[in-house]
């Protein structure tokens, strides 16, 4: 798989690590750092978390910290709201992302509304993290990627990491930032790349995309596991590929710019295409810089089918093959 890693200006040593583990540096870095700051999910502290990124926390920084729940997330995430209304700062795991469609009341009557709720008296100031997509042979509630759902939440800031350098970096300014993140983890690239990552504390900013690869025939925009197949599969054109990161806010600026220089658009992500987020940002593209295109703006994604069990899942996740074409579809117009 090929490796993504940003060129920043951080000047600490670097470790080559999987994104496992800068996500456990950054847990480990934020608990130290912030005695409001737990850790609370099924699993997280005993045995490490489900893919072991809470791995040694419970050790160093005890029960009352790192917080084994029952399996019962509608419970866990209401007690993590009221936990941070009144001013911790609980990081909750959910181990898969369909795990949450049952607290799904929780947070979108109660998380997302606190600010508004309250007019501005109370803040919600915590981090859902989970895994989600394929390319780990899960059946279908493990291998889910519904973020667009979460998306269309106000309040809710919606962030996907796509290297383990990000992974650290917009984990820290999740915890930092006083409104809710929902921190969604894409399993494929738990261990499925490493990346050089500073030792000491440093954050990615949130609502910010990162353009990945510099062009000016094609604007590609990507995010999670995805990024890396549309990145394999410019090979021969002038592509701009755009790693979006947070995907709400997503960044505007960064993409009209890329926009106004290519005139081409191709929107990849592994969720099924209706009502996915690749509809917000093409909406978002015509509204704005449809006099910039020359040609419609295409999207290359998961079929509108329910997620397939593991012998099928590679017909559902878009190829590398299949992502190229669409590249030649649009370039071609």
């Known amino acids: 798989m090929a490796e993504v890693d940003s060129k920043k200006a951080v000047t600490s ?38 893919f072991r990124v ?5 050790a160093k920084y005890g029960k009352e910290r790192i917080i084994d729940t029952p399996l019962a997330e509608l419970g866990i995430l209401g007690a993590a709201f009221g936990m941070s209304v009144y001013g911790l700062k609980p990081i909750v795991e959910i181990q898969f992302m369909a795990f949450i469609y049952e607290a799904i009341e929780q947070v979108f009557s109660h998380i997302t509304r606190t600010r508004s709720r309250s007019r501005g008296r109370f803040t919600c100031n ?8 394929l390319g780990i042979k899960g059946p279908e509630l493990h291998s889910d990627s519904t973020e667009a759902i979460f998306c269309h939440m106000p309040g809710l800031k919606v962030v996907v990491p796509s290297s383990p350098y990000n992974a650290k970096g917009l984990l820290a300014a999740a915890v930092a930032d006083p409104d809710p993140v ?43 596991s995805m990024l890396h197949k549309a990145l394999e599969a410019t090979e021969g054109y002038g592509a701009e590929v755009i790693d979006l990161l947070t995907l709400k806010p997503f960044d505007e600026d960064t993409i009209l710019n890329s926009v106004k220089k290519t005139g081409r658009v191709v929107i990849v992500h592994e969720a099924t295409g209706f009502c996915g987020l690749g509809a917000e940002i093409s909406a978002f593209i015509g509204e704005h810089s449809i006099l910039h295109l020359k040609a419609p ?37």
Request: aromatic letters at 6%; hydrophobic letters at 45%; one cysteine or more.
């Open 182 to 224: 929902l921190f969604v983890e894409p399993a494929r690239l738990y261990r499925g790349l490493k990346a050089h990552v500073p030792e000491e504390p440093y954050t990615v900013p949130l609502s910010k995309a990162e353009i990945i690869q510099e062009g000016s025939e094609l604007t590609v925009i990507a995010w999670g």
């Open 54 to 58: 809470s791995d040694g926390l419970l």
């Open 297 to 333: 703006v295409l999207r290359c994604t998961g079929p509108d089918a329910v997620v397939p069990m593991a012998l099928l899942e590679k017909y559902y996740m878009p190829s590398v093959e299949r992502i190229a074409r669409t590249y030649k579809k649009v370039m071609e117009f």
């Open 126 to 133: 915590m981090v859902i993290r989970t895994p989600y997509g």
């Open 13 to 50: 040593p670097r470790l080559k690590v999987t994104m496992v583990k800068a996500l456990n540096m950054a847990l480990d870095e934020q608990l130290a750092a912030d005695e409001d700051v737990l850790l609370m999910g099924e699993d997280v502290g005993l045995d490490g978390g489900v």
